[in-house]
């Protein structure tokens, strides 16, 4: 099984569901969570800004041009994309997307309608990431969630 495909299963699993002890520990899940799962969160984020634009033409025509950018840059690469010889990250190209499509649904018009269809998506991503659990996931060997949390300074 891909780790993709472990990961769609993972972040719908409802035994996962647990209140966090305090706010350091709602801090580490949802950062933990953002990270390890972030091609699922763009995606619930996508769906809920395409539902939104069903009634604004315009919009979903640049929002499905937009879609076949992030599928052949971001959801089905299996590779790192190479650019100019160099390398670039999978974060660089979620924001660089997540920006370029923001900007040209903004130019159609629509701007209320996106913008709160936006703060749904990201308010569904931001409880889905506080309140997961990934104590089913812990790294042994780090002994960190999914990825590595530098610790806090001390001053």
């Not at 933990?32 to 009634?55: C, D, E, Q, T």
């Not at 936006?118 to 812990?138: C, Q, S």
């Amino acid at each position: 099984m891909s780790k993709r495909a472990a990961r769609r299963r993972e972040v719908a699993d409802p035994r996962a569901a647990s209140v966090p002890r305090g706010f350091r520990d709602a801090y580490l899940r949802a950062r933990a969570n953002l990270s390890h799962f972030s091609m699922n969160y763009a995606i619930v984020v996508l769906v809920v800004v395409f539902v939104s634009l069903l009634w604004h033409p315009v919009s979903l025509i640049v929002f499905l041009a937009c879609m076949v950018a992030w599928l052949f840059l971001y959801f089905l690469r299996d590779e790192p994309l190479a650019l100019f010889g160099r390398t670039v990250g999978e974060g660089a190209v979620l924001a660089v997307l997540s920006v370029l499509t923001l900007a040209l649904l903004l130019l159609t018009g629509a701007t209320a309608n996106i913008l709160t269809s936006l703060l749904v998506g990201l308010l569904l991503v931001l409880l889905h990431a506080v309140f997961h659990r990934p104590a089913d996931t812990i790294d042994e060997e780090a002994g960190r969630y999914y990825t590595p949390v530098p610790p806090q300074p001390t001053y």
